[in-house]
């Protein structure tokens, strides 16, 4: 009986254990990149694309096409025996097959498989964007828990602090050295970070709802990420020059050859438009026969014996066809211009967005830098109070304030600590560094 409940109690930690599953970072972007319906409808674009491509290869292909048909004809008729004119029945059968192929179409099939491929590495670069844009979202998400988690840990520790300044501080009113009125003041105190708990506890599991909710997991409660060592504010990317981060961007950002390849489309597509003026030549053979069932003549016989065959070339050259080719042509040349405008823009946003992260990286550094002294004052300033406090040197009001100076400055550090590691993923994934 002993061994079954051990046995018990191990499946039931063993459960627990594995319900608190830890995410990673890594673990979090892979989930999102899977789960994302957004990316599923680019993989679905994709594969249409290539759909694309499978009948630009077909065109190339020669046209075959089968036909045939059954007939009565009833009233007057040539008797196929003795060719007169007779009110009779007859039953015919007749079958045909014709070929086509294009020897000269404008170029445009090469053309066509030219687009074919371009819309395929169009909708590739599009799903690599989608799948970055995603990443940077997941990383934005995750450091902001870890923000949160690291708020509540301060105030968490600024209420034991509290707890212990109550209880030292009964103490000495039993004893008479401070007033009721100091340990109302510290009483208060606790009460107000109590209450900065609550709402540090509230922000921690509203930002681990948010990313459970973005990687589609259903189970808030047992969501946990992990403590990743690996995210900290050292960086080497502000020693790069802005130009030499955009340049890379350029080269490297999937909206960027996205927009590139949308450009190469419109003027496909400009190439296609301008090959319909040009002529068109095909070649066509056709084989056709028939069957008479009142015939005594077996029907092999007839099928060889009613045979006829046409082959030849065709040449077809546009002259006016309502501009509509015309119209096509100055349609696409439009197409290209906002093609070119877009990729300008795409390019000119990059510039912007980049020179933006970096100077609020550097902003930001210089934020965290001030923080971190701050803190030191804050914290010498805290303790010198507290030791004046311990020897009556100090009324509880001042004491007071001193601490909440101090908590100020540890949660400010936190907030330009990640905010400036941010910072540095958004520089760091333009240049081509994050690992996302």
């Known amino acids: 009986m002993k061994i079954l409940k051990l046995s018990i109690l191990l499946l039931f930690l063993s459960t627990n254990i594995q319900a608190q599953e830890v995410w990673t970072l890594e673990k979090c972007v892979n989930r999102a990149i899977e789960k994302n319906i957004s990316i599923k409808q680019s993989q679905a674009d994709l594969k249409s694309t290539s759909l694309s491509k499978t009948t630009a290869i077909a065109n190339f292909l020669p046209s075959l096409n089968l036909g045939s ?33 294009d020897i000269f179409n404008g170029l445009q099939n090469i053309q066509q498989l030219y687009r074919a491929n371009l819309s395929i590495l169009a909708s590739q670069y599009q799903l690599t964007d989608m799948k970055e844009n995603i990443s940077l979202l997941v990383a934005n998400s995750y450091l902001q828990i870890l923000f949160n988690r690291e708020s509540l ?31 109302l003041e510290i009483e208060a105190n606790l009460a107000t970070i109590e209450q900065n708990v609550v709402v540090a506890e509230n922000n921690y599991q509203l930002s681990k709802i948010a990313l459970a909710q973005l990687l589609l997991i259903s189970d808030f409660n047992n969501f946990e990420i992990a403590q990743e060592t ?10 790069t020059s802005v130009n030499t981060i955009y340049n ?60 006829g065959k046409n082959f030849g070339l065709q040449l077809s050259i546009p002259i006016f066809n309502g501009m509509a080719n015309n119209t096509n042509i100055k349609r696409s040349k439009i197409n290209i211009q906002k093609s070119t405008y877009a990729l300008e823009q795409v390019k ?67 907030k330009t600590k990640y905010n400036y590691i941010f910072k540095l993923k958004v520089l760091e994934f333009y240049f081509g560094e994050a690992s996302l």
Do not use: C
Not at 292 to 307: C, E, G, M, V, W
């Open 248 to 307: 890379t961007a350029v080269a490297k950002r999937s909206d960027v050859k996205l927009a590139e390849t949308n450009l190469k489309i419109a003027k496909k597509d400009l190439a296609i438009s301008k090959g319909s003026l040009l002529p068109k030549l095909s070649g066509f053979y056709s084989y056709n026969s028939r069957v008479l069932f009142d015939d005594p003549t077996d029907i092999s016989s007839q099928l060889d014996r009613n045979a």
């Open 153 to 183: 840990e301060v105030q968490q520790s600024q209420l034991t602090i509290a707890n212990e300044e109550l209880i030292i501080a009964r103490e000495r009113l039993k004893t008479g050295i401070i007033p009721q009125g100091d340990v």
């Open 348 to 414: 000119l946003d990059l510039e912007n967005t980049i020179n933006q992260a970096y100077n609020d990286a550097k902003g930001s550094l210089k934020a965290h830098q001030a923080a971190e002294k701050t803190l030191k004052a804050r914290k010498l300033a805290y303790e010198y109070a507290k030791e004046r406090f311990d020897n009556g040197g100090m009324n509880t009001f001042n004491f007071l304030q001193a601490g909440q100076r101090y908590e100020a400055a540890q949660s400010e550090l936190i």
């Open 230 to 239: 690996a995210i900290t504010s050292e960086s080497t990317i502000l020693n």
């Open 69 to 101: 048909s059954h007939s009565w004809n009833v009233g007057l008729n040539q008797n196929i025996t003795t060719g007169l004119l007779e009110n009779m029945t007859t039953t015919s059968a007749s079958m045909n097959a014709n070929v086509g192929i």
